[in-house]
């Protein structure tokens, strides 16, 4: 009997995939001359590579949520929920590396700090238009935090198609008003650019799902993914508080927020409060 191994494609296919493995380098893949050429340290001090590495590293990790994201919402309005969950997964395994590169950047020392600090001119991660799309698309949205942006026009554009879009959760409150669940209609169709607020015919609603979770499995199933991805956020959200603190304490930040202040501030704020507060009625 022949070896399948050893059976050989077809040429022609085969010549293809031996072009382009011959063409392509594992660093002209990846584009590696641009991505390890963008660390670029102004003030010539040791701890400032650091600094730029976790940043930029936690702007591709955003990258790749914002990606799985916007293709789970997708999935959600089209009521074909086995692709998010695996999606939704992978977006946690992200959110568990960026929780842990507060860290990494946690042995620097204030002092270390200090020493480059003045090089970061008005730069801050506030300026991140990327967590602010995050933000967007989980439904923390305010019209006023785009105007940070204003001197990016493209990005800019972004974020307001994105302030004017249905969230996340919108889409799973419309999937579950499609299912035949009480939602209101001012929950569903509504101003998409104002932050969501909770409505208690909403949490009768998940509280129907968690009570009859075998019925609904999949809408569970949902919930608890959506859940997850609120608590690793905030995780993520805590850990960078912690972080500033301990290499700041209370001075104001790069770009002239508040610092620890801001940060306390925003950790208050959820995004599907339902699924939460359902808790304490089960």
């Given at each position: ?37 963008a ?9 400032e ?22 293709a ?91 302030l ?18 009480a ?25 129907a ?74």
């Amino acid at each position: 009997m022949t070896d399948p191994r050893d059976q050989k494609p077809d040429n022609q296919m085969a010549g293809i995939h031996w072009n382009l493995d011959r063409s392509l380098s594992y660093g002209q893949y990846l584009q590696l001359d641009k991505v390890l050429g963008a660390q670029k340290p102004l003030s010539g001090q040791h701890d400032e590579m650091l600094f730029i590495v976790i940043h930029q590293a936690s702007e591709l990790w955003l990258k790749l949520c914002l990606h799985e994201l916007a293709a789970t919402r997708a999935q959600i309005r089209a009521d074909d929920l086995e692709p998010a969950f695996k999606m939704l997964s992978r977006v946690a395994r992200a959110q568990a590396q960026m929780i842990q590169s507060w860290d990494v950047l946690g042995t620097m020392t204030p002092a270390d700090y200090m020493r480059f600090r003045d090089s970061l001119g008005q730069s801050s991660g506030f300026q991140s238009w990327q967590y602010r799309l995050l933000e967007f698309m989980l439904g923390n949205k305010d019209a006023k935090l785009i105007d940070v942006h204003s001197s990016d026009p493209p990005n800019h554009a972004l974020l307001g198609r994105e302030l004017a879009t249905p969230s996340l959760y919108d889409e799973t409150l419309k999937l579950l008003a499609r299912r035949g669940f009480a939602i209101p209609r001012e929950r569903i169709e509504r101003d998409w650019t104002k932050s969501y607020e909770a409505h208690p015919e909403v949490e009768a609603a998940w509280l129907a799902i968690y009570r009859d979770s075998n019925a609904h499995w999949d809408l569970y199933e949902l919930a608890e993914k959506l859940v997850d991805l609120e608590y690793r956020l905030q995780q993520w959200r805590f850990a960078h508080l912690k972080t500033v603190e301990r290499i700041i304490g209370f001075k104001r930040g790069t770009g002239g927020s508040t610092g620890v202040g801001y940060l306390e501030h925003v950790l208050k704020r959820g995004f599907f409060p339902e699924l939460i507060s359902l808790r304490t009625s089960i």
